[in-house]
């Protein structure tokens, strides 16, 4: 496609069309960036046998489609000199009243478990229909209960209801714990980062390092297995060598180093349940067990998760990153025991399964997040039996 130059009459300065600059002005009158995207696609079709077209005559070809396509309202805000997005008032309950946020909403829609295009495709037309009803200002109930009716229409009831539970957990304060676990290698503390940001959870905290003050007070010499790694834990067992099954050896020294490091986690929990405060625990730790210390006499919501990682060669190439990226953490020691990190997995996936603890694979991170959350509000759906009204009063 040939260039297309675009001439200013005021300032009598030409310069390319780019369709990144047009989408980029879409998306500020209020389009999603897939539309807007779209838009700016079938405006540069109509120009292919242009070779130079004024500023006025885009901005009448582009309002042209605008209108044909998302009505009057969107067209009027991308012909206004600045084409500014309307500003629409939420009024919170108890709270100061704040500007529409397309973040917020689609982040609350992640949360339920759809994706990053889902959510911003839903947020475009959620602000658009307000703005074409011309709202100004709406409570944040009424604006929950036409996000769950839109949500209901278009995408079906499963996911209307997912919706409805999370927006209930978040308008109570019931401490949402969430215990990862995985070996080495599988992105425990990643994922836990990722999902702290998403949940605006602010207390978390990795059992390795719980390991590391509890070596600080027990010295090497008094109990060894503290002070080795959860795959060869089984070294430091009395009369390891007796043991003919290498398998049930590797599992006899991770759990006894689990047992061990249990009391600080169980503590950590603790904390969290008697201050009522949500909390991400993660670590090659996290064995199924740890729930039996959890006392059931508190409200709080706990969801484990073990990961994995399907491919032996995808674990050896993120040891390998490490190694370029953070030489301090050992990759080099952890491709020498290979084989003993991935038959640990193989371990703590078994017990995961027997625990009908979920086992999510973490090869796609975005997807490893949004199975997750699934199972956070599966986990929140158990006891929930509100209607829509109810939660949106």
Request: contains cysteine.
């Amino acid at each position: 496609m040939s260039k297309i130059l675009i001439t200013d009459a005021v300032e009598g300065k030409s310069a390319p069309f780019l369709r990144g600059i047009l989408t980029r002005s879409l998306q500020v009158a209020g389009l999603s960036f897939e539309e807007a995207y779209e838009l700016a696609s079938v405006v540069r079709e109509e120009l292919i046998d242009t070779e130079e077209i004024t500023s006025a005559e885009l901005r009448k070809i582009t309002a042209r489609h605008l209108e044909q396509t998302f009505g009057t309202t969107i067209t009027q805000r991308y012909q206004s000199p600045n084409h500014a997005p309307a500003t629409i008032m939420v009024e919170r309950t108890g709270l100061h009243t704040l500007p529409f946020s397309r973040g917020e909403l689609r982040q609350s829609l992640e949360s339920c478990g759809l994706s990053t295009e889902q959510s911003m495709a839903i947020v475009a037309r959620i602000y658009d229909h307000l703005v074409r009803k011309g709202v100004e200002r709406i409570s944040s109930n009424k604006l929950g209960l036409l996000i769950y009716r839109y949500l209901r229409r278009e995408l079906g009831p499963d996911i209307a209801q997912r919706y409805l539970v999370w927006v209930d957990y978040r308008h109570g304060n019931r401490p949402l714990i969430i215990l990862i676990g995985g070996t080495a290698g599988c992105g425990k503390s990643t994922m836990a980062t990722e999902l702290a940001n998403q949940l605006d959870i602010v207390r978390t905290q990795s059992t390795d390092m719980l390991r590391e003050v509890m070596r600080m007070m027990m010295p090497n010499r008094l109990l060894p297995i503290l002070h080795t790694s959860s795959f060869d834990a089984w070294k430091t067992l009395p009369a390891h060598a007796e043991t003919v099954d290498p398998e049930t050896l590797l599992a006899d020294g991770y759990r006894t180093q689990v047992e061990l490091i249990s009391v600080a986690s169980e503590a950590v929990i603790q904390r969290a349940l008697k201050e009522r405060v949500s909390l991400i625990l993660e670590g090659v730790h996290m064995h199924p067990s740890l729930l039996s210390s959890i006392p059931r006499n508190n409200d709080a919501i706990v969801v484990p998760i073990m990961l994995s990682i399907t491919e032996p060669e995808n674990l050896r190439r993120r040891f390998k990153g490490r190694g370029s990226q953070a030489p301090n953490r050992r990759a080099e020691r952890y491709l020498k025991n290979f084989d003993a990190i991935w038959q640990l997995q193989s371990f703590l996936i078994s017990e995961a399964k027997h625990a009908d603890i979920p086992v999510i694979t973490n090869d796609d991170r975005p997807e490893a997040v949004r199975l997750i959350m699934n199972s956070i509000i599966d986990a929140l759906a158990q006891d929930f039996s509100a209607s829509p009204e109810e939660v949106f009063v």
